[in-house]
């Protein structure tokens, strides 16, 4: 790694490794995140900000800190994330996740470590003129956060110009910054459909509707849906991730429950996906004689970087870090964000920051690196600094 924190940034490295690490240590599922938001409020507070807690609706609560300095008018925000996983970790850190079953795979401890590094060089050394927002999100793994803190008055609350993020990213080079215009990762949309059908004793299936039968059918015919209805143009993802059905050899189960991921860079092909597992769900529980219930989660949201901004952060990033630890522009991900419906109301831009050579996130394997935090506080702190002159 050949990037160079700012000075006073590097100096708070071990600070912010004391905050990532104790996140680490007692992750929080989405919605369930009370124990970090507290903690996260409490050093914003040690800090000098002004800390507004419970912002979201549903159950979903965020936190921002809001530091003013100056006569500035202009002013503007960063997000991080703070939810865990439901996966066990397989990993033998000295900070290794307390909570069975539950651990941060995707380095969301380590977002909210960078955006307190950043918030508190900004507040010790006040090189700015306007104010600043630092938002912590919960609630992103699924998809709920950024559209619940909109609705709980986020940006009618907090005048905000312009909004950035940032994800550490594993196969990407470590420390590198990544950055893209336009449409540069996927909308997400995770459904969940049950085949019911009529259980009977496996050795008298024609007593039976079998949707084990009928469900296999229909994961075939979903992969046609890329291969055949989409262009080779576009992009777009269907995976089946979970086949649920019955818990012995012998018995015809009553039902059975396929969970979905769907993917998509263009709207329009959203759309068009979406109505064709719908229509292709319908034909083939009709085919087996099954009925079908499909149960449609938080509708996704392609995100959407805005040029100026993207560009701006680009520039910033190469006069601090320099040339060769910036890609502009870069390839867009397939993976996808909340942060997009953020975006849909404020202008700014999603930031990739390399991990390394490490297991990819969700893997229960995946170790955030450390050495990559000062790199992330100080993109924060330069585009607080630049942009508020």
Known sequence: MSAKPIEGVAVLHSEMKRWMEHMHSHPELPTKEHGTARYIADELSKMGYEVHE???????????????????KKSIGFRADMDALSIQEDNNLPYKSQCD????L??????????????????????FNGTVHFIFQPSEENMQGGPSMIEGGLFEKFQIDRLYAMHNIPGLPKGVLHFHDGETMSAVDNWEIEL????SHGSMPELSIDPVVAGASLVMALQTIVSRNISPWDNGVVTIGAFLAGNAG???????????SMRNMQAETRIKV??????????????????????????????????????????????YFGEDNVVYPCKPLMSSEDFAFMLQK????????????????????????????????????????????
Not at 254 to 259: D, F, K, M, P
């Open 54 to 72: 419970k912002i979201g609706k549903n159950g979903v609560y965020g936190v921002v800190g809001r530091l003013r300095n100056g006569d500035g």
């Open 101 to 104: 079953g539950v651990s941060h």
């Open 106 to 127: 995707c380095g969301h401890d380590g977002h909210s470590a960078m955006a307190l590094g950043a918030a508190k060089y900004l507040s010790d050394t006040r090189l």
């Open 196 to 199: 019911t059908g009529k259980g």
């Open 250 to 260: 012998n018995v015809i189960a009553n039902s059975a429950i396929l969970r979905l």
């Open 274 to 319: 979406l109505d064709r597992i719908r229509k292709i769900t319908a034909a083939q529980a009709e085919c087996y004689g099954c009925t079908y219930d499909i149960r449609e989660g938080q509708p996704g949201a392609v995100l959407v970087n805005s040029h100026e901004e993207t560009k701006f952060a680009a520039d910033v990033a190469k006069q």
């Open 346 to 389: 404020k202008p700014g831009s999603y930031i990739m920051l390399g991990n390394g050579d490490t297991f990819m996130v969700h893997h229960p394997k995946y170790v955030f690196d450390l050495d990559i935090l000062p790199i992330g506080a100080s993109l924060w702190v330069a585009l607080a600094q630049e942009y508020l002159k």
